[in-house]
């Protein structure tokens, strides 16, 4: 069964300054999604990385992909409060039809 | 173009009950597929729906059950409801295997 693990699952930025949240899976994908989710809220989309070596950005965030390291990394560059939020990772494995969740990454941007 | 809705919003159940939650798919999509998303987890996958069949189902009991309508809309039904299934409920729709779209949810509590 595909396994995805983010890192850290909880983390305080200071603002102005640079962050990585950390993806990892267990096997080979077809996709991987980065999403957003304010507390009460649904799912925001933020990037689709459909292949190795893909780099997305958007604003201060960036996402990338390394399908042999089974890694992607999302960005986050000179952090400002709007950030806070609970970032997710999402795996689409070839063998099935699911999405496959990492535990969040709970976001707090301090002054 | 009216993308993923979901009714109701909000729901309150007691124990025991049963309810139905409702998923209309984003115009052109043909696959719905339902999460459940505990407090400060991230979404499980709970069932897929394709040609108005149970196409994959996630590690659920068969309490939870549901139906594809030939509009493509869906439904989600939990019987016998625990304190357990007290969560956020997200509906999401793509066309077949392509990117999933994700409503708004809804969010369930059992007293």
């Known amino acids: 069964e595909l396994k995805v693990e983010q890192n850290p699952l909880f983390l305080s930025m200071q603002e102005g300054k640079n962050y990585t949240i950390y993806c990892n899976y267990s096997?080979?994908?077809?996709?991987l999604y980065w999403y957003r989710q304010d507390p009460g809220k649904s799912l925001e989309s933020l990037f689709v990385?459909?292949?190795?070596?893909a780099v997305k950005q958007e604003g201060r965030l960036m996402a990338s992909l390394d399908t042999k390291a089974r890694l992607s990394t999302l960005h986050i560059t000179a952090a400002v409060h709007d950030l806070s939020a609970t970032y997710f990772c999402a795996v689409d494995s070839p063998d099935d039809y699911k999405l496959s969740f990492g535990a969040g990454t709970t976001v707090t941007v301090r002054a | 173009d009216a993308g993923v809705t979901q009714s109701p919003t909000h729901l309150i159940k007691t124990r025991g009950q049963q309810v139905t939650l409702r998923c209309s798919p984003k115009s052109g999509h043909d696959t719905v597929s339902w999460y459940q998303q505990a407090l400060g987890q991230g979404p499980q996958f709970i069932f897929q729906y394709y040609e108005e069949e149970e196409r994959q189902r996630g590690n659920f009991p068969d309490r939870f059950s549901g139906h594809q309508f030939p509009n493509y809309s869906s439904e989600l039904n939990v019987n016998a409801l625990l304190l357990g299934d007290s969560a956020l409920y997200l509906c999401?729709?793509?066309?077949?295997?392509?990117?999933?779209?994700f409503g708004p949810g809804t969010r369930l509590t059992v007293l």
């Open positions: 096997t080979t994908s077809d996709r």
């Open positions: 990385l459909l292949s190795n070596g």
């Open positions: 999401a729709s793509s066309l077949g295997d392509a990117r999933p779209f």
